[in-house]
């Protein structure tokens, strides 16, 4: 999605100027990412939107889908969930979408997907919050594919004349389509998206080995409707007399009304073992927590130049000492130019050192 506008229920924002210091957005939520083992396919997977397959009934369904925002209990209209498998050719997603009222508009590939009701994939395999990849679908199966070279808070391209080559993707309505007249119970994707174009986004990757992880997010854009003349039509805030805007849920919570920001996406981590047989754990990666602790550097680092023209190395000024890594004391060493910053730390294991800089990407070396 390009954006995520207000639905009707969204709060009005402060009135410019109502404050002199301004904040750069940040999650307001505890860093928690969802995590998930995928599990290898016992069989070849039938893309058609039906998971009638053996491995699909072995492997769990994700949490429920909650508000993007991650700062309320109260669940979404509609209850949302996935699944994952995977083989050496493709990473399977499969969605289930409670629905009352199956509608969709858009049949052209690469429209704004968002602006109708549409599952959403996010894939960042090396997890530097650069070049991702985001895969849209809606009921009439229409997709938007494009590529982003960062997230827009640090001057994204988003290449939506990019095309995920070889992938598969269907539908299937429990229900019917645009028609108010019947009962509709919900539609579910499933969905191959092809290993070697997923890699090709993550340099030096050229294979998913067993214990992989890549971070993943899955969102669900949602348009509140009413029936008109016997037909749907998008709801109206009565205060403006226009449509209300889409209204978000998510697989891991943001924090923020923003899914790009890939830090706070889920975690999925690549098992060899076939679905059925012999349950994985989860291992939490140590790297994890030191990226979280340079994120939370580089949003101090974006706030200090909006409201003060550069960046700073002061310490103080930064608040690194209420920045928090288990184990180990945060005591990074900092380059600023009035343009550009780099912070960097050694990793946990002391094998590895971390760095972040001002565009937002982080590595490893």
């Known amino acids: 999605m390009l954006s995520t506008l207000p639905g009707c229920s969204a709060e009005e ?70 699944k994952l498998l995977w083989d050496e050719k493709y990473l399977y997603v499969a ?17 704004p997907l968002y602006l109708d009701n549409a599952f959403e994939i996010f894939v960042d395999p090396n997890a530097d919050t650069h070049n991702y990849l985001e895969f849209e679908i809606n009921a009439l199966g229409t997709i938007w594919d494009l590529f982003l070279t960062k997230p827009y808070r640090d001057g994204a391209q988003a290449l939506s004349n990019w095309n995920l080559l070889d992938h598969q993707s269907a539908v299937a309505l429990e229900g019917s389509i645009n028609n108010p007249d019947d009962d509709d119970n919900k539609w579910s994707v499933e969905i191959a998206l092809p290993m070697e174009a ?16 890549w971070k993943v997010n899955f969102a669900r854009a949602q348009r509140r409707l009413e029936v008109k003349d016997g037909t749907y039509q998008l709801e109206e805030n009565p205060a403006t007399n226009e449509p209300c805007g889409p209204e978000f849920a998510v697989w891991s919570p943001q924090g923020l009304n923003n899914i790009h920001y890939p830090e706070m996406w889920g975690v999925v981590q690549f098992s060899g073992k076939i679905a059925g047989e012999e349950e994985e754990q ?84």
């Not at 990412?33 to 769990?60: C, F, H, M, Q």
């Not at 979408?97 to 429209?111: C, F, G, H, Q």
């Not at 997923?198 to 992880?213: C, I, K, M, N, T």
């Open 13 to 82: 924002s402060n009135s410019p100027g109502s404050s002199e210091y301004e904040e750069f957005a940040r999650p307001q939520i505890e860093f928690n990412p969802k995590t998930y083992v995928v599990y290898k396919t016992g069989e070849p997977i039938n893309v058609d939107g039906v998971l009638e397959e053996a491995s699909w009934e072995e492997v769990r369904w994700s949490d429920d889908f909650v508000p993007i925002d991650g700062t309320t209990e109260t669940k979404p209209e509609h209850r949302t969930r996935v």
């Open 198 to 213: 997923l890699l090709e986004v993550a340099p030096g990757s050229r294979e998913v080995r067993q214990g992989d992880r």
């Open 95 to 111: 969605a289930e979408l409670e629905e009352d009222d199956i509608w969709a508009t858009m049949t052209e590939r690469n429209a």
């Open 282 to 365: 989860f291992r939490q990666e140590p790297g994890e927590r030191v990226r979280w602790a340079l994120r939370q550097l580089y949003y101090e680092m974006r706030e200090y130049k909006l409201n003060y023209g550069s960046y700073t190395d002061d310490p103080e000024v930064l608040g690194i000492r209420d920045i928090d890594i288990e184990g180990m004391e945060f005591n990074p060493d900092i380059e600023v130019t009035t343009r550009m910053f780099e912070v960097s730390i050694p990793g946990i294991d002391g094998e590895q050192t971390w760095h972040i800089r001002q565009d937002g990407r982080v590595w490893s070396e």
